[in-house]
């Protein structure tokens, strides 16, 4: 016969953390980099000094480091960014990778 406690763990669920993704910004020869810091001041919500440092890390290592979020977040911040730099003329392109 089981116990009350027995059926707790019988139906006990494993949880799952979602994934997570890394944004970044993709370098360009086109983008002003004024306009980088205020992508990242504005969809990324960074200060205007980590704004700073990570474009200099897209102009550098042609690629940077926004952030990590969940699938749904990383997606729209994609989005977003490709839609702010596409309504003001800037080729600038960001991608999302699996963490």
Do not use: W
Not at 23 to 34: A, H, K, R
Not at 45 to 71: F, P, Q, R, W
């Amino acid at each position: 016969m089981q116990t009350h406690t027995d059926l707790e763990l019988i139906e006990e669920i494993a949880l799952k953390y979602p994934k997570k993704y890394k944004v970044y910004l993709l370098n360009d020869d086109y983008t002003s980099m004024d306009f980088v810091v205020d992508i990242l001041m504005s969809i990324f919500h960074k200060s205007y000094e980590e704004s700073e440092a990570i474009m200099l890390e897209v102009h550098k290592n042609d690629k940077g480091l926004c952030g990590v979020y969940t699938h749904e977040i990383a997606e729209t911040k994609v989005m977003q960014v490709h839609k702010k730099a596409r309504d003001n003329d800037f080729p600038l392109k960001s991608i999302m990778e699996e963490e």
